[in-house]
């Protein structure tokens, strides 16, 4: 390519002159075409970049990266995982699914670093593997959003319940699902000013918790009882799962972790979603990827630890669905000893973590849409812009989907809409194994272009070894995640569907796609790699300001 042949030439490495852009357009590979702009300086630049607005700041990436997955899966959806694998099964498997994810952040990382666009791994995979599987995981991804989207308001309509139950939930569904839109239709800027504020909310509940965990663990709650390691001994580290005795039962209750840790850590890979309105985001993606694992992992295992020292996995609470705080571990264990006060904080927290969760949704369904249509995969009318750099038809399409959450409000309705979310609960797995696919695919191009990955603006570690490790395990728990409903006696028409639909679906997306339109898996030789190093070149991004005075005691963002 002309692009390989000049790549170490000075013009390479600075500003290009129109006739060197339009010979780098021109080339570009036809499955691929990225639409790039001349800005001021004749840099070459992504035509989004410039459609969009660049709102997020670094500290809206990290505190998003750190908090954005610290939610109902750590503050209500542990206790099952303590309930089916004990305090140790639990820990292993929220430890081992924190690992396995710091692959998958990682190659999402050096990917958005070298193609900071919206709509992340959709657009990589574009132009990296095949349109057919950039079709078939953007239009599963934008199907699980529809589906999440109302399910979010609706929790934060049952939540409220816990302090009020005479106003109907579809008025608080209606309120929550307006504010949701309101928040995606103006600056992006003020979606980051939200998630960085919620996330100083949860964090401060997250750190309360342990605190109160370790007081309470070493007797210094109101019944001055201290449990130690008291239920790691009885009931054991180990639950019985299904009743099974022995190991067999124990490596079980184990396994059936894994889907309460993939649902606590689903959206960590959402860094990338909105990168073409991120500032600087081959600087600033990678910062948050690296700081993502550490930070994300400590909340989640500390906390699991903690709480398995003051619950016992026996505690019959753990089993019970309520949807607000009463099914937290954390208010069980302030229950039983004796703390009144906890409840009601974590219902408030909790609250502000399902809406913000569905804030953060509709931004990146909606950028997903953006990518898709910019890709010619949706139609175009969701490439409109407003004046405030959003993509309204986009949100405003999204949006229209928070009214399923009325079928709630109906006996028959919410047994369908039930079915209609079991329908997605396999869909971060699915999306985290494309990211895998991908990166590996980038990887091996390289090597077979004889392109050094020194030459990316940023290089994830331990690579390709995360990568594989990531799409060999997560392959397995999609394929046996489900494996409960084969023991006899355990059939289950639900867990089947929700374990196992997602495969065929994204498996018509693909081959539909890729029949109809007749596309071809890119050959490694053919990758369009340094196309994208040399754009990255030519457009180099400010130096960071150094970190001065008390900021640098700062460890969430700074």
């Known amino acids: 390519m002309a692009q390989a042949d000049q ?18 357009v021109n080339n570009t590979p036809s499955y691929g075409p990225e639409e790039a702009t001349q800005g001021e300086s004749n840099a070459i630049e992504f035509k989004e970049t410039q459609e969009l607005r660049r709102g997020l700041a670094q500290r809206h990436i990290q505190m998003i990266a750190l908090a954005g997955t610290i939610g109902t899966g750590l503050f209500l959806g542990s206790g099952k995982a303590i309930a089916r694998g004990g305090p140790l099964g639990a820990l292993m498997g929220y430890t081992f699914v924190g690992i396995l994810v710091s692959g998958v952040v990682m190659s999402i990382a050096e990917l958005s670093a070298l193609v900071p666009l919206s709509g992340g791994i959709i657009r990589h995979a574009h132009h990296f593997v095949d349109p057919a599987l950039s079709f078939a995981n953007g239009w599963n991804s934008i199907y699980n959003s529809m589906m999440t989207l109302p399910a979010e308001m609706v929790a934060a309509a049952v939540l409220v319940e816990f302090w009020n139950q005479e106003i109907n939930s579809g008025v608080w569904i209606a309120v929550f699902g307006l504010l949701l839109v309101l928040s995606n239709m103006f600056f992006v800027r003020i979606y980051g000013e939200l998630e960085f504020s919620f996330a100083i909310l949860k964090i401060m509940l997250i750190v309360g918790l342990n605190i109160m965990a370790l ?83 400590l909340f989640y295992v500390l906390s699991i630890f903690m709480v398995g020292l003051i619950v016992p996995s026996n505690d019959e609470h753990l089993q019970v669905s309520t949807g607000d705080a009463a099914q937290s571990p954390f208010v069980i264990a302030a229950k039983r000893a004796g703390i009144k006060v906890v409840p009601s904080i974590i219902n408030a927290v909790v609250l502000t973590s399902a809406w913000s969760a569905g804030n953060s949704g509709l931004l990146g369904s909606s950028r997903n849409l953006y990518g898709l249509a910019r890709e010619g995969k949706a139609p175009k009318f969701f490439l409109r812009i407003n004046r405030f750099g959003i993509p309204y038809v986009a949100v405003t399409f999204m949006s229209l989907f928070i009214c399923l959450g009325f079928m709630s409000l109906s006996t028959n309705a919410s047994t369908a809409f039930g079915w209609l979310q079991d329908l997605v609960s396999v869909a971060t797995l699915v999306n985290w194994i494309v990211i895998c696919i991908v990166y590996l695919r980038v990887f091996y191009g390289m090597k077979k272009q004889g392109i050094s990955r020194s030459d990316l603006p940023w290089k994830g570690p331990l690579q390709p070894y995360l990568a594989w490790s990531g799409l060999i395990s997560f392959g397995i728990l999609v394929f046996f995640g489900g494996y409960v409903v084969f023991i006899h006696g355990h059939w289950d028409d639900e867990t089947f569907v929700s374990s196992y639909i997602n495969i065929p679906l994204v498996l018509i997306f693909y081959f539909g796609y890729k029949f109809t339109k007749k596309t071809k898996i890119i050959p490694l030789a053919e990758i369009p790699i340094q196309h994208f190093i040399d754009i990255a070149n030519a457009t180099p991004e400010p130096p960071a300001k150094p970190v001065v005075g008390w900021r640098r005691l700062n460890i969430l963002w700074s």
Request: proline content about 7%; some cysteine; aromatic content about 16%.
């Open 7 to 24: 790549a170490n030439s000075p013009e390479e490495k600075g500003i290009y002159d129109a006739d060197e852009k339009a010979l780098y």
């Open 215 to 297: 007081v309470v663990t070493c007797g210094g709650g109101p019944d001055h009882r201290a449990y130690g390691f008291q239920y790691w001994r009885n009931p054991g580290p180990f639950v019985q799962y299904l009743g099974f005795p022995g190991a067999k039962g124990q490596f079980m209750g184990f396994w059936s972790t894994f889907s309460n840790a993939v649902f606590a850590y689903s959206g960590v890979e959402n860094i990338s979603l909105a990168a073409a309105e991120t500032q600087a985001p081959r600087r600033n993606i990678p910062i948050a990827a690296k700081r993502i694992f550490v930070r994300v992992s």
